[in-house]
């Protein structure tokens, strides 16, 4: 699975439209963690094709978190888009298109908000907080660890499809590199 940060500006673009353009680093991170989960476990492919890392607040998408506090290359490509409103509300100050999110993806991030619009930030959190793959791999307060694709598929039931999704990465790493285009 690849990251695409366009692809997750789009994802979060619908997350923050649903809920009038503003909400929280924290709700905005735990919808993209769940959505990418279920999404995993239907289709054996993840929405943003992003990482997750064991928090204190449960599951969070690395390269996500990252990018959103500013800490990537990719910053530059989200500040376009979603900015800082207050100490911990992010505002989608621009509509990107979302041509690169399939429609099952757009209905699977509303479907998810919808199912969590009636609970607090700190519930959707203790929510995920139930994953077997966050328990197992909880870190010490204030810390991160890398929760690994093994553990979430087995924590889904699909401990099988391990080799499937680590055979279909490959191949695909290995197109990339085929046709990537080398400067002259």
Not at 44 to 54: N, S
Request: one cysteine or more.
């Amino acid at each position: 699975m690849k990251f695409d940060p366009l692809k997750v500006v789009q994802a979060s673009a619908v997350v923050l439209r649903f809920h009038g353009r503003r909400a929280s680093r924290l709700r905005l991170l735990k919808i993209l963690a769940i959505a990418d989960r279920e999404a995993l476990a239907e289709t054996l492919e993840t929405i943003t094709g992003d990482h997750l890392v064991a928090m204190d607040h449960g599951p969070v998408l690395s390269q996500t978190y990252d990018t959103l506090k500013g800490e990537s290359v990719h910053s530059i490509l989200w500040n376009r888009y979603i900015e800082q409103a207050g100490p911990q509300d992010l505002r989608l100050a621009f509509d990107p298109n979302v041509d690169l999110l399939s429609r099952y993806e757009i209905e699977k991030l509303e479907a998810i908000c919808d199912r969590f619009r009636l609970n607090n930030d700190y519930e959707l959190a203790e929510y995920t907080h139930t994953f077997p793959e966050w328990i197992k791999n909880c870190p010490p307060k204030g810390s991160s660890r890398p929760i690994p694709l093994d553990d979430v598929l087995g924590a889904l039931g699909m401990a099988d499809q391990a080799q499937i999704v680590k055979e279909r990465d490959a191949q695909e790493a290995e197109l990339d590199r085929l046709f990537r285009t080398e400067p002259a």
